[in-house]
């Protein structure tokens, strides 16, 4: 018998390609890429194994129905008519997410709660008794999606998002998200194979998310819990299996990976987030000025860096872009530099001409991925001003 189902893997922007490869990857089944999200299938072991290894996904949504919707009292009474009864008791906690995209239902709070008085008015029919609303830690996450007049009633696996790793407990003004970060690694095509820099590190996102890449480490193997672990049919046995066979298949890395940070403080917090994950055989941090550093190997190096952009840090853009390209051309042959940066403008001020540009989102501000080869030797004198 088949136990394989669908399951939708929410992303951000820019990534789907990239989870839809670390899917079928994983052995998912049916594949396929939407809008800031991708379908697959999968039974109750990849539903886990997902939540614990994807890079790039920020939920796994388990989808348990789908009906036409004319207005909420048919809302109402199509929650209603759901068997509440195989994923709540009367003593658990539920919360409800609702994203509506449709004419006839504009509010999704009011959509939350037509969903929630359905399934309380339920409990409270058949067992005189009903579940309570718990939106900061519920047993069960409930997520309503409407597109038109489709609904899609989903069971939300993974609770809090996938990008809060469990490893990062400091941070400095301006971190990055863990999933954005391990989508840029990726779109780099970091792999593991050579040294790595982040100059600019924070509070070493970039660092720990190479690592656990390089090593093969499941992403989200330092989380204390997933939502799934709270449904009535959980089983620890099976999780235990996958999460010992995902640790099995981790690797050696035999290169660098350091990080400067030339702010005492945020080298202090990336030591800590480093040691948090379990990763300071392999990542190296020193204080230091990029601009007055110069490439640690005469190997090839993979950079990786977030560098300000004024909006949440103050900087002279101009000559400190500007710097960022002097640094590159004098010091730094034989590297592939990788930045995302929001102020599109201050990459005029490089001076190098990009070999890729990817669009992505940093929160909610449209970002550019770029990279500059830096050629060896005479190859330098290729560059030329954009």
Not at 139 to 163: A, K, P, W
Not at 237 to 265: C, M, T, W
Request: charged share 25%.
């Amino acid at each position: 018998m088949n136990s394989n189902y669908k399951m939708v893997a929410k992303t951000l922007f820019g990534f789907e390609p990239l989870l839809a490869r670390e899917l079928r990857n994983l052995g998912a089944g049916h594949v396929k890429e939407g809008v800031r999200n991708v379908s697959f299938e999968g039974d109750a072991g990849f539903m886990y194994k997902a939540n614990l290894c994807l890079r790039t996904a920020i939920k796994i949504l388990k989808p348990i129905h789908s009906f036409y919707v004319r207005d909420e009292k048919d809302l109402y009474h199509k929650i209603y008519g759901m068997d509440w009864q195989a994923y709540l008791d009367p003593d658990t906690t539920f919360a409800i997410d609702a994203i509506v995209h449709s004419d006839t239902f504009t509010h999704s709070l009011y959509v939350s709660q037509k969903v929630k008085d359905a399934i309380v008015d339920k409990f409270r029919d058949l067992e005189g008794k009903r579940p309570s609303v718990d939106i900061q830690s519920p047993d069960l996450g409930i997520n309503i999606h409407i597109h038109r007049n489709q609904c899609t009633v989903s069971l939300d696996s993974s609770g809090s998002s996938l990008h809060q790793r469990g490893y990062r407990t400091a941070t400095n003004i301006a971190p990055i998200n863990e999933v954005l970060a391990a989508g840029i690694l990726l779109h780099s095509g970091w792999d593991g194979r050579t040294d790595f820099l982040d100059p600019m590190c924070g509070s070493g996102t970039f660092l720990i998310e190479a690592a656990m890449i390089a090593c093969n480490i499941p992403a989200n193997i330092n989380r204390q819990e997933f939502a799934f672990q709270k449904w009535k049919d959980y089983d620890q046995g099976l999780f235990d299996i996958i999460r010992n066979a995902s640790l099995n298949k981790s690797r050696e890395f035999h290169h660098k990976i350091i990080g400067y940070d030339k702010a005492p403080s945020a080298v202090r917090k990336a030591k800590e987030n480093v040691e948090n994950a379990g990763l300071s055989d392999y990542i190296s941090i020193e204080q230091k000025d990029f601009f007055k550093s110069e490439k640690f190997t005469e190997a090839p190096l993979h950079l990786v860096s977030n560098p300000p952009y004024g909006e949440r840090l103050t900087i002279d853009m101009e000559s400190f872009y500007s710097s960022i390209g002097d640094t590159l051309k004098q010091s730094y042959p034989g590297t592939n530099a990788w930045f995302i940066t929001a102020n599109l403008e201050a990459l005029k001020f490089v001076g190098l001409r990009t070999s890729r540009k990817i669009k992505l989102f940093n929160g909610r501000l449209e970002s550019k991925l770029v990279c500059y080869q830096i050629y060896e030797g005479s190859k330098k004198g290729k560059f030329n001003k954009n």
